[in-house]
Structures are given as C-alpha cells and as structure tokens.
C-alpha cells in the first residue's frame, strides 16, 4: 500500500486530477442548464468535438487562445439553437436529436479536419494554454486559465439557478411548463436559452481539450467524455456544487487509474483500467437512480396547448 | 411559432417530406463538396457510382448493408417499446466472440463437434451474448429507473475495451503475427457466396428474412401489439393489462439478440476471426437507419441499402477525387435530422403567432 500512499502524496497526481476534471465540470454544467430547463442534450458529445476541433483551427489559423475559446463556445451556440429547434420548437424525441447532433457535429468536424489538412499524417500544432504560474497557490497554478474559468463557473452557474428571476422561471420550466407559461414564462425562449448557454459551454469542454489539455485535434480525442457527463448530472441530482464533486471523484479515479497502469504492477490487463471511468459511471447511475430528482418535465416536449 | 396538428396527414406533404429532406441533404453536403474544392456533378457521379453503379458495386453495397440490416432491426423492435437500446455496437462485438468462442479453432480442433450442430450453436451463442449484454441496462431501467441511453453506451466502450482485453489474451490468434486478432472461425462455419468472386454472402438473406419476420411479429402477434401499445403510451398500456415489465425484457433480449447476429454474420460471412475494427460503427448507423425507416421492418431494409451504398459510393469517391470519406456521415446524419422534420411538417402545421 506504499505505492497508494507515494501516488497521494504527489502533488502532481492532484495537478492531473484537476487537470482531467475541468473538461468534465464544463460538460457537466452544460448539461445540466440544458436539464434544469427539461431537455435532455446528448448532442454533448459531438458538440465537444465541434468545439474542439474550431477552437483549435482558430487559433492555428493565427486567432489568439481566448478568441479559439470564443470560436468554440459559438459553435457551440449554434449546434445548441439547432437542437433547440428540433427539441422545442418541433418537439421532436430529444434522444433522437440529440443523437443526431452528435453524428452530424462529429462527421462535420472530421470531414473539415480532412479538408483543411488533406495530406498531414502527424497532425499540426499550435502553442497552447500555459500554466498560471503567477498565482500562488498550489495545485492550482500547474493548471491553464480555462481550468480557472470553470471552477468559476461552478458558483456563477449555481447563483443564476437559485438566486436570479431568470434561474427560477429556468428550472419552473423544467419542473411544469404549463405553471411557468401560465406565469407569463416563455417557455420556448428560456428552453432555447437555456440550450444555447449550456451547448456552450460544451464546446468550451472541447475546446479544453485542443487549446490546454493537448495542442493538437485528434480523431477520437473526446472518446466518451460527452456520455460521461450526461451520467454525471445524474450523479449530481443537478446541482452545480455536486456536479464539481463528482467531476473530481471522477477524475479522481480515472487519474489513479492512469497512476497504477503506470505502475506496471500488471495485476490485470491495462483495458480493466481503461474500464473503470465508464464502469464508475455506471455505477454511479444506479446509486443514485432510486433517489434521483429528475426535473418532472425532463424528455417531455412542451406543444402549447396539448399535453 | 407554434405546431398544430393537421386533421389528417395532408397527402401532398407526405409525398413531398421525403424529398424536400433529400433536397436539403443535397445542398448540404454539396456546399461541403465545394469547401473541398471538388466539382459537384462529378463527385456526385462517383459516389452513385461507386455504390450503385455496377454488379461489383451492388456486391459491395449488400455485403456492407447485411449487419446494417441487423443493427438496424435491433434498434427498431427496442425504439418501438422505447426502450433506447444506444448499445448495439457493444452487441454486435460480443455476439461476434460468442461466435468465435463457439466455432473457432482453438489450438487447431475447436469443440470437436461436426459443423451440422456447431453452425446453429454458433448462431444461439451469439444471439444470447448480444441478448444478457442489454438485459443489465433493460433491468436497471425497469427496477431502478436508471435511463437506458446512458447505460448502453457506456456499456460500448466497456466491451470493446474487454474486446481488445481478450483479443491481448485468451482469445488471440498465435498465428497473427502479434496483431489482436482473434482465433479463425472453422472454414466450414463460414457463409456461402451469393456471387461468384464477390463478398455478398448468404448472410445478406438471412438478415431479409429476419426483417420480415420482425414485421409480421409485431404486427400479427399478442407480444408485438403489447410492444407497438408501450411505445404509443406506457401508462394506458399498463392500464391495459399490457405486462409491462415482462414486454420490457422481451424486446431487450430480441434487440440485443439481433444485434449479436450482426456480429456472427460479420465473422462468419465476411472477416473469419474477430479484430477491434471489424465494425466501423455498424451498431450507432444501425439507429440512424431506423429512424430514416421510421421504425417499420422492412423499411429498415431500404434504409439499410441507402445508407450502406452511401457509404460504398464514398470510399470510392474518395479514392477517385479526394473528397474525405467523412462525407458520407455527413449526408447520413444530415438526412437522419431533415427526415425526422419532414416527418413531423407532414403531420403538424406550422402557425406563425
């Protein structure tokens, strides 16, 4: 057990830890603004590599870092009103959107990869993110601004939730549209709202990915993390402060994992531990599943006048 | 904006829908053509060509479409119940061990058993793996409320990374030269040929058949007219008398069934052993084709051969212009989204408020 207690003393274990968690804390709270509003988003895991792959193009094309993150987050946006569209206002499945946002936003991203650079084996570069060394606090200062910004958007996602007019009628519409409506909500704009704010920040999750984590785009490089998150809003009971916690029991898990691979003790194959964050998951799923608080109207499209 | 439902489904819009979302995947992926900087009309031409063009393109086109059919009826009887079975391609791969398992030659013999019992051993083992991987996620759905979608996919990446585990270990070739391939199939499990010199196996039949089948289970019998009432309406079917619970787990043990035979059909018809890119997505296309056929079997069929020349045509295309092949998910989720709006402006009307 030494080896455990060497791999937690490390601070650079925890740097990782936080590292990992930061793509999952975006993508989680992205979900759940789209799920406080009662509409499910698993459009999330293409509109991660949509916001990946034109942040990075941005930047490679010579934008600055901040503006690759503005690129992405507006990919974002758009794939979210495009969802919004199809969810709320045609009132089509929302898994069946979702889904097909994913395709479409993956095949898209893939195909104006292969377009952009036809004949390159090893994918181009850019200069990433770097560590905020100025800041004096530990852990913290080996991570990127955009870890920064999303530990931020935490108690900012929390405060406009539970603290502003527009949170209340957000999660109203989420809990019983017919009541929010009747109060003089829209229920189609702040749905759309919601959608478009919380697509996002998903892509921003992508774009974490091209801009700090790596400084390439890679085929497969979300590889599941967009699902992951869907399962972490569950784990979460869609609160934002949970959501952060279970990011980082997350990627808390997924960095020992990492560690003990390394390790090379070779207990078992090395797929058993790739398994774990979807095992966990999973896991976590079916914890939580008999006490979950489900937004009622989640996956109940909303036509005005029907019910 | 809002929708109002029509009366009854205006006939002319039903006509129009479907290519009003042709048209619209056209322009779509035509402006994405010209991104490339490749002209349209030949691009075009080279992709229908490549799918549909030929004998040898047609043998193609029913060689990629026979585990497209079956991943697609997969998800159609579990879309039906709503029961969103995401999990197919995690399926299909462990339906193609059981095969293997069962009918490979392990050191040389396999089981010893002649091929007249170990084909349909072959088959059951495969059907049955495919089958308990979607029971956990039907159960966990049914007894705990734990959203299915999720868990089937998670459940993907679970098993192709157990995949790659056996395919490093037990199950790997000796003879492969290093590479995670899987133990060989017995030759004499292996699929006939339906075209001299051609891949299209027998495979492809036995996938039309299922196909009908599936149609005249759920339209003529108790169990499918139980499964169409859940997915019309959960509660007035338990109101029924519909035995929801046990409905829930039969169509998981159907959709998880054909989804395995996927895999069988793909090692016994077409590769021989099993890799981890014997299928490049087979099981997610297999959503796409049943929602593009609206859930009906035997559209399932049509929108199978679509979906799979699309994808025939563009590696071709490809090859001969320079168009990435990425183009073809684009035209197949381009026409999954502008299908599922025309499907719906055919029964709703929009009002403008």
Known sequence: ?307 | MRLEKRNAASPLALVLAPFGAIGFTLVVSSLLVLWAGAPVGPTWGHLLRGGFGSVFAWTETLTRATPLVLTGLAATVAFKARLFNIGAEGQLYAGALAAVAVGGLHGGEGLGLPAVLLFPLMVLAAAAAGALLLLGPALMKARLGVDEVVTTLLLNFIVLLGVSALLDGPMKDPTAMGWPQSVALQPELELGRLVEGARVHTGLLAAAALGVALWALLKFTTFGFDIRALGANARAAAFAGVPVTRTVMGVALLSGALAGLAGAVEVAGRTGYVTLDMSPGYGYSGIVIAMLAGLHPLGVLAAAVFVAGVLVGADSMSRAIGVPNYIADVIVAASLLSVLVAALLAQYRIRWR
């Open chain 1, 1 to 307: 057990m030494t080896d455990l207690y060497d791999i937690l003393a490390n601070p650079a274990f925890w740097v990782a830890v936080l590292r990992i968690a930061t793509p999952l804390i975006l993508g989680t709270l992205g979900v759940l603004l789209c799920e406080r509003a009662g509409v499910l988003n698993l459009g999330i895991e293409g509109i991660m590599v949509a916001g990946a792959f034109t942040g990075w193009l941005a930047v490679y094309a010579g934008a600055p870092l901040w503006a690759g993150v503005a690129v992405a987050a507006g990919c974002g946006l758009l794939f979210g009103l495009l969802h919004a569209w199809l969810t709320v206002g045609l009132a089509l499945s929302q898994h069946v959107a979702g889904l097909g946002i994913t395709l479409l936003a993956t095949s898209l991203s893939y195909y104006g990869y292969r377009v952009s650079f036809p004949k390159v084996n090893t994918p181009p570069t850019i200069q990433p993110f770097q560590p905020m060394e100025q800041l004096d606090i530990p852990v913290l200062q080996a991570q990127t601004p955009l870890t920064l910004l999303a530990l931020l958007l935490v108690p900012l996602v929390a405060w406009v939730l539970y603290r502003t007019p527009v949170g209340l009628a957000l999660r109203m519409v989420g809990e019983n549209p017919q009541a929010a409506e009747s109060q003089g909500a829209s229920v189609l704009a702040l749905r759309t709202g919601a959608i478009a704010a919380g697509s996002a920040l998903m892509g921003v999750a992508g774009a974490f990915l091209t801009l700090s984590a790596f400084n390439s785009f890679y085929f497969n490089m979300v590889n599941g993390r967009g699902w992951i998150c869907v399962a972490l809003v569950v784990f979460a009971s869609w609160r934002p402060g949970k959501a952060l916690l279970g990011a980082l029991l997350f990627a808390f898990f997924d960095a020992l994992q990492l560690r003990l691979q390394q390790a090379g003790d070779a207990l078992l194959p090395y797929q058993v531990y790739l398994m774990l964050p979807y095992l966990l998951s999973i896991l976590a799923l079916v914890l939580v599943a008999r006490r979950a608080a489900y937004p009622k109207a989640l996956m109940k499209p909303y036509r005005k006048g029907e019910r």
